[in-house]
């Protein structure tokens, strides 16, 4: 039933053991902070690669405007975004999931964290408050604009991390503003969540990724 947690048996992720090490991914949580068109596919994505606990945060309900775009269906319009996502999460099993149906402000982070909000003023606010905390090893910051999406990893722990993804945060009003009606796309967003789940998948396994990439959906270039 929607909404019931069903444990998984570690033997149904046979096909990616070699790849994503279920005893890594169990152990693992992740915070996503926002659950729209980027967040929402992330999350369902890191369910299916067997993630142990997925934090997730979204002060916004679902609105019609939303299902074309995120993993939302018709049947959850109106609810809170997150309490409607962990219903979805919760049929597949595996994941335990916490939903905290409001804006994340300042709540401790621990491990790998998200950014999958849609404005750059809320970008700034967040890291302000995520970038002091010593439990936060990992910070994965996830943008889309028409077809061109963004992925931006920082690790505050180290300088120069820090100072590359900070040159790249700057106020709202100096970000390219798409039409209302370009703002998002599903195989945008489900690309962009893919991409930033396998950075999740490199960064908990210790491998190298690029700490910067920018995806031009429209010609399938990765840049």
């Known amino acids: 039933m929607d909404g019931d947690n ?3 048996p570690a033997t149904c992720y046979v096909r990616q ?12 949580r992740v915070t996503i902070i926002g659950v729209g068109a980027i967040g929402s596919m992330l999350a369902v994505t890191l369910a299916k690669m067997g993630i142990g606990t997925l934090v997730i945060y979204d002060g916004d309900t ?3 405007h939303n299902l074309p775009n995120q993993w939302y269906r018709p049947c959850d319009l109106g609810k809170p975004k997150v309490e409607a ?3 979805i999460l919760d049929a597949f099993g595996s994941s335990q999931v916490e939903a905290y149906p409001r804006n994340y402000t300042a709540q401790p982070l621990d491990g790998l964290a998200v950014c999958a909000v849609d404005s750059m003023d809320v970008r700034m ?9 010593k439990n ?19 690790d505050p722990r180290d300088i120069s991390s820090v100072q590359a993804y900070e040159a ?11 039409p209302c009606t370009a703002k998002a796309t599903m195989y945008c967003a489900s690309g962009l969540a893919a991409l930033m789940a396998a950075k999740v998948g490199k960064v908990l396994l210790r491998r190298p990724y690029r700490r910067q990439l920018t ?5 399938a270039l990765l840049v």
């Open 136 to 154: 936060l090893t990992t910070w994965i910051d996830g943008r889309m604009g028409a077809e061109v999406g963004r992925i931006l990893v920082a």
């Open 168 to 178: 790249e945060l700057y106020p709202s009003r100096e970000a390219l503003q798409a």
């Open 85 to 87: 996502l962990k219903g």
């Open 215 to 219: 995806i031009d959906f429209r010609n």
């Open 17 to 28: 053991q070699d790849v994503l090490p279920v005893e890594v991914m169990s152990k693992a």
């Open 125 to 133: 606010r967040l890291w302000k408050a995520a970038k002091p905390m």
């Open 62 to 64: 679902v609105e019609p």
């Open 6 to 8: 069903v444990s998984l």
